[in-house]
């Protein structure tokens, strides 16, 4: 029997793909039959506005969708954050009618949302902890940023407890953001979890073998989102530096997004298209067979809560190169595991590119690096911090 409402901004499926739906879809796996969902509907065959249920291995889970979207990669009309935030709003009697009085909430939309529907316990998930309005792909959004910031701290004024995936210089800007009204102590740091038995050390060669991939040459991994906020531009142009005397190196991006025709063209302009791949979005095991056919992973975003492709690649145990994000610290080990570029000089990121494929990997201890990140630790977490997890069947078992 459910014991508490998970609220978040994905089909809990496949849509749309990032650290949300991640982390949503190991919050299943951790606490499975506990919880009771209330998402969107990216198909036309699932009801809004009224309780069905989603299978998770073998067991249904009950589900409600609130909005109903659209699959396609380009920005849509109305931003799927205004169409969440609208039908919870207009579905709320649906949802309160499954009598559930504890609810964890993982998008600041659906917090503002649902805040002052008279939880009994109700706790809020910061996938990271900037405002998602200052990098909005809609021009508009920055214009109501700080009053969106506003609603959000007064929402967060009505939570029992909040969890933050960001590290602690980021969660410090969060309190000093709030101008007062949120208390540092109140806050819990919880990073990005993954599946550790998909995500974990493997033959290379049999990854490249069963992806189709080439057997020689070095491959660098770009994994996310197409969009200007993770940076691929900064990656493309590194890379382009870094295989001028590397015929056989390739760059491989595994997702898709909005930016996915500037990156074509981009492509074309520099003349890599015998260099660079594009796989669009993969299936979770397949991310991590990617991973494992590469020599390198980088990351080139301008902001982020905490990364899971730096999570895979350490759980993968693979060099890292990336920009200096919230969590880059505390997951790449300078100069013993890869390099946290400062600058967005392709030719630094460049230059790092190179050091960390000759870096002697054997000195990393990747499973202490690994460990915080798996889902066993994830249910411990979440039962020391908010009480209605601690009734949860995962953290008895845990016990």
């Given at each position: ?317 693979k060099p890292i190169v990336t920009t200096n994000v919230s969590g ?72």
């Amino acid at each position: 029997m459910a014991r508490i409402l998970y609220v978040e901004n994905c089909d809990f499926r496949d849509f749309p793909i990032g650290g949300q739906l991640s982390f949503a879809r190991h919050m299943i796996e951790a606490f499975g039959s506990d919880l009771a969902l209330v998402g969107i509907s990216a198909d036309y065959s699932s009801p809004v506005g009224r309780w069905t249920s989603i299978e998770h291995g073998g067991v249904a889970l009950p589900f409600i969708s609130v909005a109903r979207v659209s699959r396609k990669a380009e920005r849509p009309l109305v931003p799927l954050r205004l169409r969440f935030y609208a039908g919870l709003r207009r579905h709320r009697a649906a949802v309160l009618s499954a009598g559930l009085r504890s609810a964890m909430v993982g998008s600041p939309e659906g917090l503002i949302a649902i805040s002052n529907w008279g939880w009994s316990d109700l706790l809020f998930h910061f996938h990271g902890v900037s405002n998602p309005l200052v990098n909005s792909r809609y021009a508009v959004a920055k214009w109501i940023a700080g009053s969106f910031d506003r609603r959000l701290f007064r929402a967060l004024s009505k939570t029992d407890a909040v969890i933050a995936s960001a590290d602690s210089d980021a969660i410090d800007g969060l309190v000093a953001r709030s101008k007062g009204s949120l208390q540092r102590e109140k806050i819990t740091f919880q990073p990005t979890v993954i599946n550790t038995t998909i995500f974990k050390p493997g033959s290379a060669v049999s990854a490249r073998q069963r992806l189709g991939l080439p057997e020689h040459g070095q491959i660098v991994l770009f994994c996310g989102r197409l969009n200007w906020v993770k940076g691929w531009d900064l990656v493309l142009s590194a890379f382009a530096l870094w295989s001028t005397d590397r015929p056989n190196g390739k760059l491989c991006f595994v997702g898709d997004g909005e930016d996915r025709a500037k990156l074509e063209s981009q492509i074309r302009s520099r003349k890599l298209r015998e260099k660079v791949l594009l796989v669009g979005w993969q299936a979770e095991r397949d991310v991590a067979e990617f991973v494992r056919a590469a020599d390198l992973v980088v990351l080139g975003s301008h902001d982020e809560g905490w990364p899971h492709a730096l999570v895979e690649a350490v759980a993968c145990e693979k060099p890292i190169v990336t920009t200096n994000v919230s969590g880059s610290r505390r997951l790449v080990r300078h100069g013993e595991n890869g390099f946290v570029v400062a600058s967005r000089c392709p030719k630094e990121f460049a230059y790092a590119m190179s050091a960390a494929l000759e870096l002697d990997l054997s000195r990393s201890d990747w499973t202490h690096l690994v460990e915080p990140y798996s889902i066993p630790t994830l249910v411990g977490n979440l039962g020391r911090i908010w009480g209605p997890f601690r009734e949860c069947r995962a953290c008895a078992s845990a016990r």
